[in-house]
């Protein structure tokens, strides 16, 4: 976070999530299987920009929606495409999701 100078031309620094069901493998850059005790860990600084429908790639990637809080439902806010390795449905039957407080 304090390596971040000023902001980009184009997209944001987001910083703050914590993501519930799994982490966040920094070397990969892809989710990956949770730790045991860490039942929340927090994301790196995050850089996001719109791409629009028929550009993005979404081969090899999880759907992951953004909550407010833990509660589910009325705190969504909007979905991530995250990298995996591993299909869809394992991040879908395991319930990640990325949080903004947890």
Not at 22 to 37: F, P, T, V, Y
Request: hydrophobic fraction near 40%.
């Amino acid at each position: 976070k304090e390596d971040m100078a000023g902001a980009p031309r184009e997209g944001a620094y987001v910083h703050g999530l914590f993501m519930e069901g799994a982490r966040w493998d920094i070397q990969s850059g892809m989710i990956a299987e949770a730790r045991l005790k860490e039942l929340a860990p927090s994301l790196p600084v995050l850089f996001i920009k719109a791409i629009p429908v028929d550009r993005q790639d979404i081969r090899n990637s999880y759907a992951c929606p953004v909550y407010k809080t833990k509660e589910r439902g009325p705190t969504y806010v909007w979905t991530f495409n995250l990298k995996t390795k591993e299909k869809p449905a394992r991040w879908v039957l395991g319930g990640v999701a990325l949080l903004l407080q947890a």
